[in-house]
């Protein structure tokens, strides 16, 4: 085979197009907005705003000051807000009993949020380990999880959220038939435009560790004889798996989900553009708070210019297909992009 002789120069030229910052603009794909944020917060019963150790920038926020955030958050057009709980840990049983109570600082938060700003969604996790003395998403019994025992309680659960005003209910648990159980529970209450973001894709990541220390839950402990409770692999996925992600998501598309999620973020883009393709749902990824805490931690050392590296990592989120990202920076983001 002979080559053709080279042109003397390129055929095409792709640095044409990135010679000046209009061009760039001009040909980009792909833009963050405001609108594409869901502003991930952790409430607490104090008074004081306390700051997270291990997610500088991040403080657990009363409910006043959950309600100003809401202000903050419509003013910043940005859409919704994830609410997440710090419990006292004299108040943690085994079986998380006052996570349904229509008295606790996520119900209370929410009323407060909504009536500050109506404007704004307010999402809240539908799981237990907030409540739970062990630090697991489900209830406990011989060393495992009971998957069905843990939907009975999540319906309380997500029905007193449903009841405080919550617009969208995020089951985080992945106990298997929990969505449909849950909608079908939002429905016969009269709940029919209460809103489901499935975690539908959720790994047993590393990447969740200051998560922990943001909403004070039990460290996971092996328990007597190691009896398999330390850690989330009996419910959450094997980081190594796609295919399963696949049947996760069509499971809790059937069932009812009106959104789904993949979590984490950035180490799972694969995923996220995957379910984009197979099920063109409203896909949603959570940098969760490993992810926030390494581009801090790195930025605060100089090893990596913060500012661009977080508008970088949720630029990839929306190349990756998300319909929005769920993140700890939505309200930094937001004023740097509005
Ligand atoms: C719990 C829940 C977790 C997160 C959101 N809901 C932790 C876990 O599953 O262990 C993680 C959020 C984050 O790391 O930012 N159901």
């Given at each position: ?6 042109a ?23 833009e ?21 150790a ?33 419990i ?11 996570a ?7 119900p ?31 209830v ?127 180490p ?48 990839a ?22």
């Open positions: 085979m002979t080559v053709p002789p080279l003397p120069y390129p055929a095409t030229r792709l640095r044409r197009l990135r010679q000046a910052d209009w061009t760039r603009r001009l040909v980009r794909e792909t963050v907005r405001p609108s594409d944020l869901i502003w991930s917060m952790v409430v607490h019963e104090g008074e004081d705003a306390v700051p997270v291990s997610m500088p920038g991040v403080e657990r926020l009363s409910v006043k000051e959950a309600a100003k955030a809401a202000v903050r958050a419509r003013d910043l057009g940005i859409p919704a807000i994830a609410i997440f709980p710090h006292d840990p004299s108040r943690k049983d085994a079986t998380g009993s006052i349904a109570d229509p008295d606790g600082v996520i209370r938060a929410v009323k407060a949020m909504k009536d500050a700003a109506p404007e704004v969604g307010i999402m809240c996790d539908v799981a237990l380990d907030p409540f739970t003395d062990h630090g697991h998403d489900g406990v019994e011989n060393g495992r999880i009971l998957n069905d025992a843990t939907i009975e309680r999540l319906i309380e659960q997500g029905l007193m959220q449903a009841a405080a005003g919550a617009d969208i209910l995020a089951p985080s648990d992945m106990m298997d038939g929990r969505i449909g159980r849950l909608r079908g529970a939002l429905e016969g209450d009269g709940f029919q435009d209460t809103m489901i973001m499935s975690y539908a894709a959720k790994y047993a990541s590393a990447f969740y560790g200051p998560y922990r220390d943001a909403i004070g839950s039990a460290k996971l402990s092996a328990g007597p004889n190691g009896q398999g409770l330390g850690d989330k692999k009996t419910y959450q996925m094997d980081p190594s798996n796609t295919e399963e992600a696949i049947r996760e998501v069509a499971l809790d598309i059937a069932e009812g989900a009106d959104m789904v999620m993949v979590k984490p973020g950035l799972y883009l694969d995923i996220l553009r995957r379910l984009v393709d197979e099920f063109r749902m409203p896909t949603y990824a959570f940098q969760v708070s490993g992810e926030y805490a390494m581009i801090k931690a790195a930025g605060a050392n100089g090893w990596i210019d913060e500012e661009r590296a977080i508008l970088e990592s949720l630029a989120f929306k190349r990756a297909g998300a319909a929005g990202i769920i993140t700890y920076f939505a309200p930094w983001a937001a004023e740097k992009l509005g």
